[in-house]
Structures are given as structure tokens and as C-alpha cells.
């Protein structure tokens, strides 16, 4: 079966040494390989105020805390997403509200984000689900005119693209996740990127991230002000990350190629809706969206010809823990109804990638 996802590692010869020379360098802990990462990771999202996290949790939880959301607020938020989004929004006490996604994308509608702030609303997060990008023209313009920052959800989309830069510089904060599966891993990781940060804003990220102690103060005389988390990645996933980033651009050129190619391809295919990409954004093609008629016909011709296609994700309003923010959500239910991932990532090659797109022509 040719997969919806599957982690790329780089080749044993570059990893193990690496991995070998840190394990027995008597320093595993967060350390200098750790802030090399962070090195790189900025430099490639074109954003050095980059923290390191041992999840893309810890980066959401950490954003949101950094914004001073709290009970009695109110976050508007997607439920287009997987769950972390918004189960970090739970723990910090204050209230989801969905806004509705765009039916043809499922990403968030800036529209109805609009139409559901008030005056308790102290963030909003949105999601580039699958990789691709949200409206963000309108977002940042919604952002600016209320004065309520934005957190991007860019678990999918390291390495996706608005107005000519990576996403990582545009919202004031940015959340990555190095997971397994997602584009790139450093088995279990994350990073949270900081617009404009100020070192006040760079320092309380990183206590957040340790309990709230200071790093570069000793033990002895750290103070801690307010409580942090266990929240930062280890010299371990971190050496991972730095010899997987040699080989990142060329991951996610095939990802982009074979996307590419499938946006040419798939069209004017009856039962098939490509999803159309907003305004100055880039897909990093994580997963490939479409919409299709008759979904279980078309999954059990996929599966029949030895291609996983599914849906992977499960929307989050119907979580109980979400019970609170329950409406109606049309274009959701709209795009919910349609909606399949096909594999397109880097183990997809021309051959495959043709091979998926006849079994498409063909019909179901
Ligand atoms: C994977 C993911 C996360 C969380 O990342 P972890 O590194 O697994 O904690 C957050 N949001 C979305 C949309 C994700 O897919």
C-alpha cells in the first residue's frame, strides 16, 4: 500500500555518528545542539526569534499562554484541525469559539472569524491545514484592525510559503511541530517562532519552557516568577533535526512537485473539486486535498489499487470537551462530507504519482 504518510530519515551514514556523538558526549540534556537548531530552523523560516519545544504542543500552549489567554476569555479557533490546537486552548481555561472554515479549502474562514469576536476575544489561531495556507491577507488585516493577535497552527506547514517568505514570520506567533509523521521530524519535536519579539518576550519563552527558571542564571540564584512547563526539546531529537535539515529542501521539493503535478492533472475530472489556493500563499503539500463525490466508493478504489486515501483528521467540535462552543458550522459540514487526502509526499515517485492520478481518470 503506497501511504498517506511516512517519515523521511536521513541516510544511516549522516545519522548514526551523529546521534552516536551526542549520546556519549555526557551532555543529552538541552544543550548546544539545541540552540545550533534553533540557528537553523531560524534562519530557514527567516525568523531567529526561534525557540526549540520537545512537541508542537508545547509551541501552541506556550503561544497561548505568551497572548495571557485565561478563564473567562475567549479564543476563536477552527475544528478543521487535529486535537492539540484546540485542546491547548481548553487547559489554558478559556473558551473556543469555532469560527467556520471556507468550504472549497477547509481552512478558516476570515469572514466569519470577524463575525465572532467580541470583547473577550484575545487570539485567534488558525490552522495551515494539510500545508496549505490560510487567507492571511485578510487574517492579518482582521489581526491589526481589532488588535488581537493571531497564533498559526503550522504543524502542517513547515515550509509553506506567504507573500514570498516561509511561514514563521508573519503572525506574531508561529507554531511548529517536528512530530513522526509530519514534513519534518525530529521524532518528537516542535519550535515557536516569535514576531518582532522583544528579549522580555524571547526570555519568558524559554521559562516557560523550564519551569520558568532562568538557563543562564545559576540554580542558585534563579527566581522563579511565574510557573513554566517541562517544555524543551533535548540534545538527542535535536541532532536528529540538525542532519535532517541537510536534507529538508529536497523533501519538500518532491512534496511540492508532486502536488504540482496533481493540480495540473486532476483537473476537469468528473466527481473531483481541487482545492483552490488563496492569494500570495504556498503549499507545502503535506497531504494533497481534494474533494470527491461518493468518498467511500472512491477510498475502496484507492484501497482496491493499493493506495491509501482518507480523511485522516477528525473535525474537533464534536469532542465533548468542546461541548461549550457547539453551532452550526456549514461550510465544515460542506467540505467534512468531501474531503480526502491522497499521498503525495517524498516516497511518491513520477511513476506512482501517474499511476494515482489514471486510477483517479478512471472514475469510481
Ligand atoms: C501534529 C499537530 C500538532 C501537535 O504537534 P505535536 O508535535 O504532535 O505535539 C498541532 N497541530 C496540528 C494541526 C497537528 O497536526
Redesign the pocket.
Known amino acids: 500500500m503506497t501511504p498517506l504518510v511516512k517519515p523521511f530519515i536521513a541516510p544511516k551514514e549522516k545519522m548514526i555518528p551523529e546521534i552516536e556523538r551526542v549520546l556519549y558526549s555526557g551532555y543529552i540534556a538541552t544543550g548546544k545542539e539545541v540552540s545550533d537548531l534553533e540557528v537553523i530552523i531560524g534562519n530557514y523560516i527567516q525568523n531567529r526569534n526561534t525557540v526549540c519545544l520537545n512537541?508542537?504542543?508545547?509551541a501552541?500552549h506556550i503561544a497561548l499562554q505568551m497572548t495571557g489567554v485565561k478563564a473567562g476569555d475567549e479564543v476563536i479557533s477552527t475544528a478543521m484541525?487535529?486535537e492539540?490546537?484546540n485542546t491547548t486552548i481548553k487547559l489554558t481555561g478559556a473558551k473556543i469559539v469555532w469560527a467556520d472554515v471556507d468550504p472549497a479549502t477547509g481552512l478558516i474562514d476570515p469572514d466569519d472569524i470577524e463575525k465572532k469576536i467580541t470583547d473577550r476575544t484575545k487570539a485567534i489561531m488558525v490552522?495551515h491545514?494539510a500545508g496549505m495556507v490560510c487567507d492571511m491577507t485578510k487574517i492579518n488585516r482582521i489581526s491589526e484592525k481589532y488588535g488581537i493577535p493571531v497564533i498559526e497552527?503550522a504543524?502542517?506547514a513547515f515550509g509553506s510559503g506567504y507573500a514570498g517568505k516561509k511561514i514563521g514570520s508573519n503572525s506574531k506567533y508561529t507554531?511548529f511541530?517536528?512530530?513522526a509523521i509530519?514534513l519534518m521530524t525530529t521524532v518528537?519535536?516542535?519550535a515557536l517562532a516569535i514576531k518582532n519579539a522583544t528579549d522580555e518576550e524571547m526570555e519568558k519563552a524559554r521559562r516557560l519552557r523550564w519551569f520558568g527558571l532562568d538557563k543562564n542564571t545559576s540554580r542558585l540564584e534563579n527566581d522563579i516568577k511565574y510557573a513554566g512547563y517541562k517544555y524543551a526539546m533535548n540534545n538527542v531529537n535535536a541532532v536528529i533535526g540538525k542532519v535532517q535539515m541537510q536534507s529538508f529542501d529536497g523533501v519538500l521539493s518532491r512534496h511540492i512537485s508532486n502536488g504540482r503535478y496533481y493540480d495540473e492533472e486532476l483537473k476537469g475530472i468528473p466527481g473531483v473539486k481541487l482545492v483552490p489556493y488563496y492569494k500570495d500563499t504556498e503549499a507545502a503539500y503535506w497531504l494533497y486535498t481534494i474533494k470527491v463525490d461518493n468518498r467511500e466508493e472512491f477510498i475502496r478504489m484507492m484501497t482496491d489499487a493499493g493506495i491509501t486515501a482518507s480523511q485522516l483528521h477528525h473535525r474537533s467540535d464534536t469532542h465533548s470537551v468542546f461541548a461549550e462552543s457547539k453551532c452550526e458550522l456549514p461550510g465544515l459540514d460542506e467540505f467534512y462530507d468531501n474531503f480526502v487526502h491522497i499521498p503525495c509526499g517524498w516516497w511518491v515517485d513520477d511513476a506512482e504519482r501517474g499511476r494515482i492520478a489514471d486510477c483517479i481518470k478512471k472514475g469510481w
Open positions: 512537541s508542537g504542543t508545547a501552541l484541525t487535529a492539540p490546537t490552522v491545514y497552527d504543524a502542517h507554531c511541530s517536528f512530530q509530519k518528537d519535536g516542535g
